[in-house]
């Protein structure tokens, strides 16, 4: 017979959520490289954990570098649908623009993910 204290039953907790694995993927992993003003347009998929993306923040770094991230309109929950973007625009210089991108997953217990993108500029 198994007897269970207070201690047990959050250690269970702790162990099946542990057994869930919430391994999120970006496809691509790496963006292909761009070039002074060209039209530069990449969708970005984030795919795996046990939900959709509830939560997404982003940086781009440098902030006036013509480069943003366009997201599909959602009727239901949220604004937007943050599984699926698009990176675009007209990169304006030379050199190197840094996408900083972090969120949160719906049934993911407070899981969160980060992914730095970088685009070399050229010429």
Do not use: W
């Not at 943050?82 to 210089?93: D, H």
């Amino acid at each position: 017979m198994i007897v269970m204290n207070r201690y047990h039953i959050p250690l269970l907790f702790v162990l099946i959520l542990g057994g869930c694995e919430n391994h999120v993927t970006f496809e691509p992993d790496n963006l292909p490289n761009a070039h002074i003003g060209k039209v530069y347009s990449v969708p970005v998929s984030i795919t795996g954990g046990v939900g959709p993306i509830v939560d997404l923040s982003y940086n781009i770094i440098p902030a006036e570098s013509g480069v943003k991230l366009k997201f599909e309109g959602k009727k239901y929950y949220t604004e937007y649908i943050y599984n699926n973007f698009i990176i675009e625009g007209t990169p304006k210089f030379g050199g190197v623009i840094e996408i900083q991108l972090e969120g949160g997953i719906v049934g993911g217990a407070g899981e969160t993910f980060k992914k730095n993108y970088k685009i070399k500029v050229t010429d």
